[in-house]
């Protein structure tokens, strides 16, 4: 049974850090990927951060490049994001998302190429 479960988010003051999680497991990834998305209310969903499995490449919205932080433990089969230097447009929802086929590695953040997601953990960023 495939699952993803994120934790870690919650509130912080404009400037603070976060660092969420996301327990995953359920599939292998081989040559597949990793990212966080995120979705804010009445806003289209975002890609936030990703990484190819393999190589440990890695792709960054411009929103957060020198921000935000993404890495995987595959002895653990974790996914964590490291946020910091938050500000109050980075509220939102943020999910963790996983695929395993061939594909997402040259276009790590398009959502049409993950077809597992997990339920989301609240990230509130006040001014």
């Known amino acids: 049974q495939v699952q993803l479960t994120e934790s870690g988010g919650g509130s912080v003051q404009s400037g603070g850090s976060l660092r969420i999680s996301c327990e995953h497991s359920?599939?292998?990834?081989?040559?597949?990927?990793l990212a966080w998305f995120r979705q804010a209310p009445g806003r289209d969903r975002e890609g936030v951060a990703g990484?190819?499995?393999?190589?440990?490449?890695?792709d960054y919205a411009d929103t957060v490049k020198g921000r935000f932080t993404i890495s995987q433990d595959s002895t653990k089969n974790t996914l964590t994001l490291q946020m910091n230097g938050l500000k109050p447009e980075d509220t939102a929802m943020y999910y963790c998302?996983?695929?395993?086929?061939?594909?997402?590695?040259?276009?790590?953040?398009?959502?049409?190429?993950?077809?597992?997601w997990g339920q989301g953990t609240q990230v509130t960023v006040s001014s």
């Open positions: 990484v190819f499995a393999r190589s440990g490449m890695e």
């Open positions: 359920g599939f292998t990834l081989l040559d597949g990927c």
């Open positions: 998302v996983a695929e395993s086929a061939w594909g997402c590695r040259h276009d790590l953040l398009n959502p049409n190429k993950y077809t597992k």
